[in-house]
């Protein structure tokens, strides 16, 4: 593992299931995030956390929940999808100090039919 | 409210040199970012600004200008690998990023 991945890369799932997309990270960066891109829009923060066992909400975080019960994982869970849903889905870390530059998974696109 | 406004859409010429603006408006303010991000790809770090002036790496640089609240990327010499879109964020004082919707540069040969 090289900096962040993100499984699934890409899933398509029926409205009202449960799907959880899974972040992991070998930087040992304190700080993970979860960011939905949508066309037009920028990118909107749904959950992030500062450190293990600490976790905050973002702008959109209704119909999301997240754990962070060590450093290098932070998986996030749709509890029953729905079409609004759609979208590219971001983790990203942050070693924080002063740039605070973040590095980006390569994403999971997730289709809600 | 807090808004970043950046041009939807940019075209260029290889060679040449491109400007991309963005202004924004935020309840604070602590320091601007650029990303760039290819089609299908995760957006990658380019630039910091968090002081006044004009930062310079290689054929970028990026200019603060926090009285006005705003931003430019310049980029140099652009090549086609320069096609992707541009991200400008603000970090506001709780350390979260407020992100424009980005500007799709295209470069035409």
């Known amino acids: 593992i090289a900096g962040i991945t993100q499984a699934p890369t890409s899933q398509i799932l029926a409205a009202g299931r449960r799907m959880t997309l899974r972040c992991t990270q070998d930087?040992?960066?304190?700080?993970m995030y979860w960011y939905r891109q949508d066309l037009g829009l920028g990118l909107r923060l749904i959950h992030y956390?500062?450190?293990?066992?600490?976790?905050g909400k973002g702008e959109v975080p209704d119909g999301y929940s997240v754990s962070r019960a060590n450093t290098d994982d932070f998986p996030l869970t749709l509890a029953s999808a729905v079409p609004s849903q759609t979208s590219v889905y971001f983790c990203?870390?942050?070693?924080?100090?002063?740039?605070?530059?973040?590095?980006f998974g390569e994403g999971s696109r997730l289709t809600v039919l | 409210g807090q808004n970043i406004d950046q041009p939807t859409e940019m075209t260029a010429t290889e060679g040449a040199i491109v400007q991309i603006n963005c202004t924004y408006q935020?309840?604070?303010?602590?320091?601007l970012f650029w990303y760039q991000q290819h089609a299908g790809e995760a957006p990658t770090f380019l630039s910091y600004?968090?002081l006044d002036g004009l930062e310079e790496k290689g054929r970028f640089s990026s200019f603060l200008s926090r009285s006005k609240g705003y931003s430019y990327l310049l980029l140099k010499e652009l090549q086609m690998k320069d096609s992707a879109s541009y991200l400008c964020?603000?970090?506001?004082?709780?350390?979260?990023?407020?992100w424009g919707a980005g500007t799709k540069l295209i470069i035409k040969p």
């Open positions: 990203a870390s942050s070693r924080g100090g002063d740039t605070g530059e973040l590095f």
């Open positions: 930087m040992r960066h304190n700080a």
């Open positions: 956390s500062n450190t293990a066992g600490t976790t």
């Open positions: 935020t309840s604070g303010f602590n320091g």
């Open positions: 964020a603000v970090r506001d004082l709780n350390y979260q990023l407020i």
């Open positions: 600004n968090v």
